[in-house]
């Protein structure tokens, strides 16, 4: 887990709590309020209604959000210490895809997730799950960086990145070098690129770094199929433990995540492959059977205000309002100077590449890795 720097205290939750209720209007009474159809913090009169009602119903299922992952543990507990609600947190590890059965199978019930963060081919595949909120900073968003009417909307991003044990393999320096005999059965993947946002990425840098063009993901799949004829493919989800272990020797992930192990795991160090960079920003979305609706749109709410986003920045994550943070100089800039720039050639696949994609690795990876 990334060792994080206190950068928030009771004075800074309080200034959160004013922040996000400085633009209240006048307050509708909570009860008369359906949360469930709520587009904007307005439909409440205002953020402080929104608050009320948020903290009327008391509590905010989320799921896959690992404490170590662009430091949503941090985030998690601000917003318990901010507002008199009790964050639920199941299944940090599950995928995208696994998200999304999550919402089918506990449909209904009171444990269904009330929000997901999710990879961009899942959450443009999963539309119908979604409920349309705008927050309040909806202005500071990129148009670019959002769903119109605000069912999904981009909330941090990282490159795809490598990372390996130093202890035991060298350096790679290309996709060519982890073909070698040096990575034997040592490279892993966070998750199955059909289903997780990080593998698919992966299967994006891939194709990038081997000539091809997000257009068409098959060069990257055949790196992987020809890693997996190598004897050089491992079958294991990326986990710190797993490369604690020892078991996972290098792996392809997000840069956030990779650094958080760099900072726990001796030996374990980081690697952008020179070349073409592949970024991509995962997805925030409510869902719209949330058996607490106040409650994820204040999350959301929570979510785009400067507190929150600058911790990502801490996470080694680059926030959607990045650039907004750097002109009204509310940005963490200890915390940015720490991560430094995102350079390089950066690509990032659009909607419809991303759909491609994600059609192509449904009907080739399994196949490929076989």
């Known amino acids: 887990m990334i060792t994080k720097r206190v950068i928030v205290g009771v004075a800074a939750a309080a200034a959160l709590a004013v922040g996000l209720s400085a633009c209240a209007g006048t307050d509708a009474p909570a009860s008369d ?22 903290e009327a119903e008391g509590e905010l299922n989320v799921i896959a959000l690992p404490d170590n992952w662009a430091n949503y543990g941090e985030i998690k507990a601000l917003f318990e210490e901010t507002y008199d609600i009790v964050i639920n947190d199941a299944d940090p590890d599950i995928s995208s895809a696994e998200e999304i059965a999550a919402a089918d199978n ?77 990575y034997r059965g040592a490279v892993a993947l966070n998750g199955d690129p059909t289903q997780a946002g990080a593998a698919f990425a ?102 785009y205000s400067a507190e929150a986003q600058n911790l990502f920045i801490v996470g080694g994550a680059y926030p959607v309002t990045i650039q907004t943070l750097q002109d009204n100089g509310t940005v963490d800039q200890d915390a940015l100077d720490a991560l430094g720039a995102l350079e390089g050639d950066l690509v990032t696949p659009t909607a419809e590449q991303a759909e491609a994609a994600a059609a192509l690795l449904a009907e080739k990876w399994a196949a490929a890795i076989s």
């Open 106 to 182: 506990l449909r209904g019930q009171d444990t269904a997730p009330d929000v997901f963060d999710l990879g961009t081919a899942v959450t443009l595949d999963s539309l119908d799950y979604f409920a349309p909120y705008q927050v309040a900073n909806w202005d500071e968003i990129p148009d670019a960086n959002k769903e119109a009417t605000g069912l999904w909307v981009n909330d941090y991003t990282g490159s795809m990145s490598i990372g390996y044990n130093s202890n035991e393999v060298p350096k790679p320096e290309s996709l060519e070098d982890l073909l070698g005999d040096d």
């Open 202 to 303: 992966a299967v994006g840098l891939a194709t990038v770094q081997s000539g091809g063009t997000l257009d068409d993901y098959q060069d990257g799949i055949d790196f992987f199929e020809q890693l997996n004829d190598a004897g050089n493919f491992l079958p294991v989800n990326v986990t710190e433990a797993a490369i604690a272990s020892g078991e996972i020797k290098v792996a392809f992930d997000w840069s956030y995540n990779n650094l958080a192990v760099a900072s726990t795991v001796d030996g374990w160090e980081v690697t952008t492959l020179p070349g073409t960079v592949y970024t991509s920003f995962y997805n925030q979305a409510i869902n719209n059977d949330a058996p607490h609706p106040a409650a994820a749109r204040l999350w959301m709410e929570f979510l």
């Open 33 to 54: 309020v359906d949360a469930a159809t709520a587009t904007s913090a307005e439909d409440f009169g205002g953020l402080e209604g929104l608050i009320a009602a948020a």
